[in-house]
T-cell receptor, first 112, second 115 residues
Framework: LAKTTQPISMDSYEGQEVNITCSHNNIATNDYITWYQQFPSQGPRFIIQGYKTKVTNEVASLFIPADRKSSTLSLPRVSLSDTAVYYC?????????????FGKGTKLSVKP | DTEVTQTPKHLVMGMTNKKSLKCEQHMGHRAMYWYKQKAKKPPELMFVYSYEKLSINESVPSRFSPECPNSSLLNLHLHALQPEDSALYLC??????????????FGSGTRLTVV
């Protein structure tokens, strides 16, 4: 399973766009990139998943360059309620272990 | 129903007690997972069940005993735990272990304190 590296923490202000980058230099051909959000004392919540280029949903966008060695989660116009830990996972959803291993995560603090 | 329900939400137990954590989902998922999460750390995988059979055991001590009685229910039986086992225990599910394209669905967890 590919190892991921993320910033430990980030600060932002309400209304700003936040970009969190994840490095995954040894990503394999079949691996997808998945991001989760976790609030204190709650289970992680799926945000977005992608394989290449750009994926967008109602919550976030995920940008993946051609070499796929990194990815960037973009949260538009964050609010105080976006304060959470964000995890990047890399793995093969068609493999026997899916995307099961969490990295250290990025703690995002949004200030008023 | 698109939720994973875990009970109890909080549990305090002594080191000689026997207790069980329960996890339930009614999404028709055939893969279920137990994770352990210590404070300020990422979730750590403990067990994976696929079609009610244990498929992965991440070298978890025998004082943790998982059980999957049916496709909707996952239990974690606890016995002779240590204070360092205090953590948030998370249950998750997915359609199968090889179809997780849209991620895992996690429960809210059981906060376990061993005294």
């Amino acid at each position: 399973l590919a190892k991921t590296t993320q910033p430990i923490s980030m600060d932002s202000y309400e209304g700003q766009e936040v970009n969190i980058t994840c490095s995954h230099n040894n990503i394999a051909t079949n691996d997808y990139i998945t991001w989760y959000q976790q609030f204190p004392s709650q289970g992680p919540r799926f945000i977005i998943q992608g394989y290449k280029t750009k994926v967008t949903n109602e919550v976030a966008s995920l940008f993946i360059p051609a070499d796929r060695k990194s990815s960037t989660l973009s949260l538009p116009r964050v609010s105080l309620s976006d304060t959470a830990v964000y995890y990047c996972l890399v793995g093969d959803p068609g493999g026997s272990q899916g995307n099961l291993i969490f990295g250290k995560g990025t703690k995002l603090s949004v200030k008023p | 129903d698109t939720e994973v329900t875990q009970t109890p939400k909080h549990l305090v137990m002594g080191m000689t007690n026997k207790k069980s954590l329960k996890c339930e989902q009614h999404m028709g998922h055939r893969a279920m997972y137990w994770y352990k999460q210590k404070a300020k750390k990422p979730p750590e995988l403990m067990f994976v069940y696929s079609y009610e059979k244990l498929s992965i055991n991440e070298s978890v001590p025998s004082r943790f005993s998982p059980e999957c009685p049916n496709s909707s229910l996952l239990n974690l039986h606890l016995h002779a735990l240590q204070p360092e086992d205090s953590a948030l225990y998370l249950c998750a599910s997915s359609p199968t272990t090889d179809r997780v394209t849209y991620g895992y669905t996690f429960g809210s967890g059981t906060r376990l304190t061993v005294v």
